[in-house]
């Protein structure tokens, strides 16, 4: 070979070479970049809830606690509000129909559609929100509220200057029977003496019928009053603040609704609640259980506690420091089971 070949040939040797390396490479980057270093796909969630997003409590608290999740997990969500009653089951079937891994549903009412429809979609797994329901895709998280509702009752009992507080409910579901039985708990446990009336609007999204009920108990001597009612339950706020009166929010904490007038509210953690949920989904151990979490200190305490009170904000001289004092032990009573407050899903006298 001569010297001009054999410089040829090596040139097109380490050519040849080069060009292996190179695209050997490549494929070893490319093996890594879509297998050893691959983001996983977030999960799809739906939301959906017959609650509004707008109403300052039981759909807003919902609403933020799964806007939570986008921010921590960027999760693909799709989320509905107003859904009615009648046209749960169809919308459940939509978003498994579209490949939703997890539909969370707030609300009692869709516990029996889930577990309807759950067969039908054996890979979706559904949450239902204050549910008593369960099958092997279907959980229902049925908060321990009465524990919160507990808390309230003797707070009113201990400052009410008549002797009688009032519950008003938008309707007479397991779960709101349930917080109501907890709040006369709670008021008897301080004064056994004390009257706890109750009523019902009969509809969630009426002010003005929630602000008569009201008024109905402020007239029958009421100083204090907690509503479970959704929108109908800000016209209770609003009829507390005309007569000069203290109100208790739920769900989220609603003294922004009336500063003056809601001097705390019973909160569900539910940025707490749902990042659950989705990590049970996300890391396969989700079981179709009915979980029954109870009080915690404050919001995003250790634990599996997702009830707590709100502050009492620019209240708070309102309140006397051994009324505090009172309220920070019995929380801790029930945290520790040295006050039980059982579960009541039907009315007592």
Do not use: C
């Not at 409590?57 to 939570?68: D, I, L, R, S």
């Not at 009692?108 to 309807?116: H, L």
């Not at 397991?174 to 009523?199: D, F, M, R, T, W």
């Amino acid at each position: 070979m001569g010297l001009k070949q054999g410089v040829a040939f090596r040139v097109i040797l380490s050519f040849v070479i080069a060009t292996g390396l190179i695209l050997g490479l490549s494929n070893v980057l490319q093996f890594f970049s879509s297998n050893t270093y691959a983001q996983p796909t977030p999960l799809k969630v739906a939301f959906v809830t017959d609650g509004k997003f707008s109403d300052g409590g039981w759909g807003a608290a919902g609403y933020n606690g799964v806007q939570a999740l986008v921010k921590k997990f960027g999760i693909d969500l799709k989320a509905a509000d107003g859904v009615a009653i009648p046209d749960i089951e169809n919308t459940l079937r939509g978003y498994g129909d579209s490949g939703y891994n997890l539909i969370i549903a707030q609300g009692f009412q869709w516990g029996d559609p889930a577990v309807k429809v759950a067969p039908d979609y054996p890979d979706v797994k559904f949450m239902i929100m204050t549910g008593l329901v369960k099958a092997s895709n279907v959980a229902s998280i049925f908060p321990m509220q009465q524990e919160g509702s507990f808390l309230l009752g003797s707070l009113a009992a201990t400052m009410s200057k008549t002797g009688t507080i009032g519950f008003v409910g938008g309707q007479e579901y397991p779960n709101v029977v349930n917080i109501a039985e907890g709040y006369k708990q709670g008021a008897k446990y301080i004064n056994p003496k004390i009257k706890v009336l109750s009523s019902y609007v009969g509809e969630w999204n009426n002010p003005a019928k929630g602000k008569e009920t009201a008024l109905a108990q402020i007239n029958s001597g009421a100083d204090f009053l907690l509503h479970v009612a959704d929108t109908s339950g800000h016209g209770v706020i609003d009829a507390a603040k005309e007569k000069g009166i203290y109100a208790f929010g739920a769900v989220s904490d609603q003294n922004r609704l009336a500063p003056n007038t809601v001097l705390t509210s019973f909160v569900l953690d539910m940025d707490k609640a749902y990042d659950q949920a989705y990590n049970q989904v996300k890391n396969g151990q989700f079981k179709g259980e009915i979980f029954k979490p109870g009080l915690e200190p404050a919001k995003g305490s250790p634990g599996n506690g997702i009830v707590y009170l709100a502050p009492f904000h620019d209240l708070d001289s309102k309140v006397p420091a051994n009324v505090k004092t009172k309220l920070t032990q019995l929380t801790q009573d029930i945290i520790n089971k040295k006050i039980i407050v059982p579960e009541r899903t039907k009315a007592t006298p």
